[in-house]
């Protein structure tokens, strides 16, 4: 049976965005699959002692944007630490993603442009055209997706994938859940990898 990671993430989180590139080639390295599940904030965080960014400690808030200019910095990827569209209501492109998801199209692709568009391209993804161009310039037909993503079929999935997170214990994004164990954050991917590799690659 083929390995696989259950990648739980909130479609605005930098992180995610900083591992995505990896994350992809650790699963290929591994031949594993990847199933991204979006979740919603306001769902883990109250259950879990998550706070939204604005309610964290400032000393708090000034050492993520240290990290994320060291991160930045090693992996050289563009980000912009305060990007115009920060904070921007994710549900409508967790949906989207979603739609993607389980029309069996390539939603870790749209979802890492989506977060590309978020924090390095000064784009608003909580709008639904520009949603929508983003799906296409990743080869998705946005148009239908969108109408996918507002279908109760959808805001149930979301609904869903955030119990989900919450049952697996996963309190932050990204966390990616392999074998029962949560690797959260990106900078835990090399252990990711080290798990994968324990295991041949495949479920036992």
């Given amino acids: 049976m083929t390995a696989r990671i259950d990648y739980y993430t909130f479609m605005i989180s930098p992180w995610a965005y900083l591992g995505s590139a990896r994350l992809e080639a650790i699963a290929a390295k591994h031949k594993a699959e990847v199933r991204i599940i979006p979740m919603e904030a306001a769902g ?6 998550g706070l939204p960014l604005a309610q964290r400690a400032k000393q708090r808030q000034a050492y993520r ?3 994320l200019a060291r991160w930045r ?4 990827v563009p980000i912009n630490f305060q990007p115009k569209h920060f904070p921007a209501p994710d549900g409508l492109a967790a949906r989207l993603v979603i739609a993607a998801r389980d029309g069996g199209q390539n939603a870790i692709k749209l979802a890492h442009a989506i977060m590309r568009a978020a924090w390095a391209e000064e784009r608003n993804i909580a709008d639904a055209d520009t949603l929508k ?3 296409a ?3 998705l037909d946005g148009a239908a997706l969108l109408a996918l993503a507002e279908q109760p079929a959808a805001k149930a ?3 869903q994938g ?4 919450i049952a697996a214990q996963v309190f932050g994004a990204p966390s990616y859940v392999f074998d029962g164990e949560i690797f959260w954050g990106q900078d835990r991917l090399d252990f990711l990898d080290r798990a994968l590799a324990r295991k041949g690659g495949s479920l036992p």
Avoid: H, K, N
């Fill in 44 to 49: 883990v965080f109250p259950v879990s002692g």
């Fill in 65 to 67: 944007l240290m990290e």
């Fill in 73 to 76: 910095d090693y992996l050289g």
């Fill in 133 to 135: 161009q983003i799906a």
């Fill in 137 to 139: 310039e990743a080869g």
């Fill in 157 to 159: 999935a979301l609904t």
């Fill in 162 to 165: 955030t119990e989900q997170a």
